[in-house]
């Protein structure tokens, strides 16, 4: 069996491995001419992507340019330390949930599928497929096509197989937010030189933690490494299409006044492209006939989960499990989404309150900040979090 993998973002090269692990070849047709190797700010690697990830035996790989973020703070904008969560819980072998570079990631993903043999062509835009019943047969931009058994979607929240697999699949959902990230380097453990200043270990700064901050006008977070680089993103409301010339001053003025360093580290350092931030919301076909979508194709959560990439991953090796499995991939397919669709639209349903948070009014930035230290008290115990974070797949 063949199968042709439309993306290499983040779930194609992992889906490429799982598949080529069940015995399934594949390979994988990239709309863009090159690599990703420096697109993208940083992203939350939570436990249960990472013990996917070893399912495949590339959890180190990753690990190697990444930093431990196992807690969240949260605090209002005016200071207050309004609770604590985890963010994730620790595997058996006592690794916790990382950070890491979207580029890092990607890169870590793309040559260990090179390096196991998965071809791997750019300049692959898909622009139509056609079932055969026996195969299917994709066609490019550029005139070429592949063959293959089966085509599995990796190609994202915009997905143009979903839209032909489905002309009438809803289509990306914006959050009301826009969001940016940046690295300010040499900062300090504890002490950024802006006037805001941050308070040291045990308070806003400390390493190993994710600072939330749910500002007056935005929200903010930040994680302090070892050597004293502050990473930092922050999600802005904004009406979709509302781009002024410079983001910067903008985004600044949005933390001007909040009790944190916000506004300083955006003046200070770099500021990402300003990304609008989607979702989706449930897609009423994932599969027909040879056709499969998955990751973010099938089920875009928001950042604010922290869960994108983990669910990627954990698609990949649930998919290739069925394959392996299942007496034929119709089978196969049906078994897949009965097993997924439950948890992933939990997930993003979860991401899409926490984003609606994160853009309230007024009225509701004062409810917020009422209510909030009594959900984080109840959530604060790892088992109120174990649904998201101790789910385990296999091959």
Not at 191 to 203: E, I, K, L, Y
Not at 218 to 245: H, I, K, Y
Not at 287 to 314: K, M
Not at 360 to 373: E, H, I, N, Y
């Amino acid at each position: 069996m063949k199968a042709l993998i439309i993306g290499c973002g983040i779930g194609g090269p992992v889906t490429a491995m799982a598949l080529q692990a069940a015995g399934i070849e594949a390979e994988i047709h990239e709309a863009y001419p090159r690599g990703a190797e420096n697109v993208g700010s940083f992203l939350n690697l939570a436990s249960n992507g990472l013990a996917a990830l070893r399912v495949l035996g590339v959890h180190r790989q990753v690990l190697a340019s990444a930093i431990p973020t196992p807690r969240m703070v949260m605090w209002s904008g005016t200071g207050k330390r309004l609770g604590e969560v985890a963010n994730g819980l620790r595997l058996d072998d006592g690794t916790v949930s990382h950070t890491v570079l979207r580029a890092d990631l990607y890169g870590a993903l793309r040559d260990e599928a090179a390096r196991r043999g998965v071809p791997i062509v750019y300049g692959h835009r898909l622009v139509s497929y056609d079932d055969t019943g026996d195969q299917v047969v994709a066609t490019f931009e550029d005139g070429t096509s592949a063959t293959g058994d089966l085509l599995i979607a990796c190609d994202g929240v915009h997905s143009r197989t979903r839209s032909l697999l489905d002309p009438g699949a809803p289509g990306p959902r914006y959050s009301g937010l826009y969001s940016f990230g940046g690295i300010v380097r040499n900062t300090g453990a504890g002490g950024f030189s802006g006037p805001g200043g941050f308070s040291g270990p045990g308070g806003f700064g400390e390493p190993g933690v994710y600072d939330m901050v749910f500002g007056k006008r935005a929200f903010f977070g930040c994680t302090v490494t070892e050597s004293g680089d502050t990473w930092w993103f922050a999600n802005l409301p904004r009406r979709l299409g509302d781009v002024p010339a410079d983001w910067r001053p903008v985004l600044a003025a949005a933390f001007e006044g909040d009790a944190n360093p916000s506004a300083d580290l955006v003046r200070h350092g770099p500021v990402g492209p300003a990304l609008p931030v989607y979702d989706l919301p449930p897609v009423p076909v994932w599969h027909r006939g040879r056709v499969l979508l998955t990751g973010d194709a099938a089920h875009a959560t928001s950042p604010s989960s922290g869960q994108g990439a983990s669910l990627a991953v954990e698609d990949a090796v649930v998919l290739a499990r069925c394959l392996r499995e299942a007496k034929d991939h119709r089978t196969a397919f049906e078994r897949f989404e009965a097993e997924r669709r439950p948890r992933v639209e939990r997930v993003v349903a979860y991401s899409r309150t926490i984003s609606n948070s994160k853009a309230a009014g007024p009225v509701g930035r004062v409810l917020r900040d009422l209510m909030l230290p009594m959900f984080l008290k109840r959530s604060a115990s790892q088992e109120s979090l174990a649904w998201m974070y101790r789910h385990q797949v296999g091959l």
